[in-house]
């Protein structure tokens, strides 16, 4: 037992010697996997950890939300509509949902939205924690915005939604139903759609045909395609997920690709100096398995704790960035963090096994040769 | 020391930081959890249909409830331009698979 670890201690002591030979090369294989893997999963953990977030959010989104088209263009719902939708049988509720979206002279896009709540004050508001980031607002400052009408319309800040919220909330205004019909200068008896609960779960389908045949114009959207619509954003094919994930493999692939074409005249030359001197082909082929367990683990270990620490403890900057785009109110992703081991275990089996099964292949072809001849090659 | 169990000792850090993840995924996890659950009773009145990943364009702000062509709404021959229009995909149509 001592002599095999001793053997192995060896051959990675040598090993090491060998690598730290060709620093430069080494270091920049070492940096370029890590970046690959860190890359791969930063966003492994980022679209695990939005999905989680998106469902735990959506658990409370609407039954169903009618809305109702005008010449292929969303419209105003009359409330006419709602009452008629409550009396279908398997229909709980109907709330008419007051929202819209108010675009600021700083280029910011706000999600106002009526709150039915009737501790609402007029002329108060509740807003998400970006828009007071990105005004330098706290609770009591006044919020000037300019009605539909071109009269100013003050709200005062009554409080601030906390950071916690900001994915479903960063850039929502909360007013009064009154303050919302004056700011867009609404029409009274008209919602910007309507939330509709239905008693059994199992009915969905049956009362938004049964919608759909009372008001040709309208367009139900059940909860199950809101759920569908982010799985679809989160899943790999999505686009975001694709375009890094491509990005990150492809370049994996190049790198890997480059490593199992074969060997430089100078890792032959070692290969065929070490033959000659007494080593077995098992010692060459072990002396290169390290070699690639150093670089891949190495990397592996580092790229998947630097990933953690991207997303979870920086909230995720460089994809933030990408989905901020040219908005001026964006979220800070502070994500819950989700570990999914199936998915390390894929992404290990994927990069490491590859790539040390890379290294090995080409020695091998070289270790069994005649060692005069690699040496001389 | 030798090369090699220095190495191995930075591999058992790094494995030891590894492993540590999911011990620190639990427990933050449970904290965070109990503060978004507390943010959802506050805003479940609201009776939100979107997360707020994109307040850029409509409808990447609101993906669920936009259909396929408003991005291409803005003007006659509009075309998508915003970036994270790129990102995010449009919401499914009914008989599509997911």
Redesign the interface.
């Known amino acids: 037992m001592k002599t095999v670890v001793e053997r192995h ?2 051959i ?2 040598f090993t ?2 060998s690598l730290l030979r060709r620093k430069g090369k080494n270091l920049s294989l070492l940096t370029i996997y890590l970046l690959v893997i860190f890359m791969l999963a930063s966003l492994v953990f980022f679209v695990t950890a ?1 999905k989680r ?2 469902s ?7 039954d169903m ?1 009618v ?1 109702r088209l005008m010449a ?3 419209d105003l719902v009359p409330s006419l509509y709602a009452d008629s939708i409550a009396s279908i049988r398997g229909v709980s509720e109907v ?1 008419p ?1 007051l929202w819209g ?1 108010y675009f600021d002279v700083n280029g ?4 106002i ?1 009526a ?3 009737p501790s609402a004050e007029p002329e108060s508001a509740m807003i ?1 924690s ?1 828009i007071a980031r990105s005004r330098n607002m706290v609770v009591g400052d006044l919020m000037p915005l300019v009605s539909y009408d071109k009269v100013p319309l003050l709200l005062q800040i009554k409080s601030i ?2 950071g ?9 205004i ?1 007013i009064s139903s009154n303050d919302f019909r004056r700011l867009f200068h609404f029409p009274a008896e008209q919602a910007t ?1 309507l ?1 509709v609960t239905v008693r059994n779960p199992k009915e969905l389908a049956t009362v938004a045909s049964k919608i759909v045949q009372m008001f040709p114009d309208s ?1 139900p ?2 909860k199950s ?2 759920l ?6 989160f ?1 790999w094919r ?3 997920t694709v ?1 890094l994930l491509a990005s990150a493999l492809i370049s994996f692939i190049i790198f890997a690709w480059d490593k199992a074409t074969g060997l430089s005249a100078e890792e032959r030359k070692e290969i065929g100096i070490l033959k000659s001197i007494g080593w077995s082909t098992s010692d060459v082929l072990l002396l290169k398995f390290w070699e690639g367990v ?1 670089i891949s ?2 990397a592996f ?2 790229g ?2 630097l990933a ?1 620490g991207h997303v ?1 403890f920086l909230s995720a900057p460089l994809f933030a960035q ?10 800070a992703f ?6 999914d ?1 199936y998915q390390l275990a894929v992404l290990f089996f994927l990069t490491v096994v590859p790539y040390t099964t890379a290294t090995i292949f080409p020695c091998w072809r070289a270790a069994t040769t005649d060692p005069d001849a690699a040496m001389r090659s | 020391m030798r090369r090699s169990i220095k190495y191995l000792l930075l591999t058992t850090v790094n494995l030891v930081l590894f492993s540590l993840l999911p011990l620190h995924a639990r427990y933050a996890q449970r904290s965070a959890d109990a503060e978004l659950k507390v943010q959802a009773v506050r805003l479940r009145g609201l009776q939100l249909t979107d997360l707020c990943l994109s307040t850029e364009a409509r409808y990447t702000r609101h993906p669920a409830l936009t259909d396929r062509h408003a991005p291409f709404q803005e003007h006659p021959l509009a075309l998508e331009h915003f970036p994270s229009g790129s990102l995010i995909l449009p919401s499914r149509l009914p008989n599509e698979n997911p």
Do not use: C, H
């Open positions: 201690l060896n990675l002591d090491l010697a939005l977030e998106a735990l959010i959506l658990e409370d989104a609407p939300v809305q292929g263009r969303q709330r949902r979206y910011a896009n706000y999600t939205m709150n039915d709540d998400g970006a939604l906390p916690g919220s900001d994915l479903m909330a960063a850039d929502l909360l759609d939330a367009r959207i059940l395609e809101i569908r619509t982010y799985q679809a954003i899943d999505g686009g975001m375009v150093v683990l190495t270990l580092l998947v704790v953690y979870f990408a989905l901020k785009g040219w908005s001026v109110i964006y979220p502070r994500l819950s963090p989700v570990l081991g």
